[in-house]
T-cell receptor
């Protein structure tokens, strides 16, 4: 089954404790992207990757890091999480950067 | 870069009512246009798309027509069902050049359909 998986689905953590949210797709897609969704602000792009080893900032990259060492994986790293990073995070992929064919189920992160 | 203005919600309708969710955009060049749907507790799904002016995208009874002259892509459905309750997002395709890959979404419109 074609899908984008994210782990964990839910996470409660404390300020400053490094964490990684994994994202993996099984469709051999070139393009992957991370979004955060907040009430009243809609979806905002954090980072995206056009291909392996190629990443670029979206609209709200501050406080986040990503890496793309393999085509299928695109982890989101929060080196020192803060409460303003409490949000619902989505990973997405597509064959190109033209649209977003598949979204993951989301990761709800709470930073205390 | 691109920007999107979506009809503010929430929108509450009775089953079988007619639905319109307005979307206007500003974009570089002539983008493709997309509507995404997010059902409760799930990620977004691509609902429909249109790739050029006057094209009509359709899926699951929903339709939207690409109006270049008014830069609009309004979503419509003739008879909504309770199962259509979701959040709907409008998005133009990324611009070229250094903006390629940056997909901008509208704020989303919450639709609730009552029996």
């Amino acid at each position: 089954e074609a899908q984008v998986t994210q782990n964990p689905r839910y996470l409660i953590t404390v300020t400053g404790k490094k964490l990684t949210v994994t994202c993996s797709q099984n469709m051999n897609h070139e393009y992957m992207s991370w979004y955060r969704q907040d009430p009243g602000l809609g979806l905002r792009q954090i980072y995206y990757s056009m291909n392996v080893e190629v990443t670029d900032k979206g609209d709200v990259p501050e406080g986040y890091k990503v890496s793309r060492k393999e085509k299928r994986n695109f982890p989101l790293i929060l080196e020192s999480p803060s409460p303003n990073q409490t949000s619902l995070y989505f990973c997405a992929s597509s064959p190109s950067g033209f649209d977003l064919s598949y979204f993951g189920p989301g990761t709800r992160l709470t930073v205390l | 870069g691109n920007s999107v203005t979506q009809m503010e919600g929430p929108v509450t309708l009775s089953e079988e009512a007619f639905l319109t969710i307005n979307c206007t955009y500003t974009a570089t060049g002539y983008p493709s246009l997309f509507w995404y749907v997010q059902y409760p507790g799930e990620g977004l799904q691509l609902l429909l798309k249109a790739t050029k002016a006057d094209d009509k995208g359709s899926n699951k009874g929903f339709e939207a027509t690409y109006r270049k002259e008014t830069t609009s892509f309004h979503l419509e459905k003739g008879s909504v069902q309770v199962s259509d309750s979701a959040v709907y997002f409008c998005a133009p395709s990324p611009a070229g050049g250094t903006s390629y890959g940056k997909l901008t979404f509208g704020q989303g419109t919450i639709l609730t359909v009552h029996p």
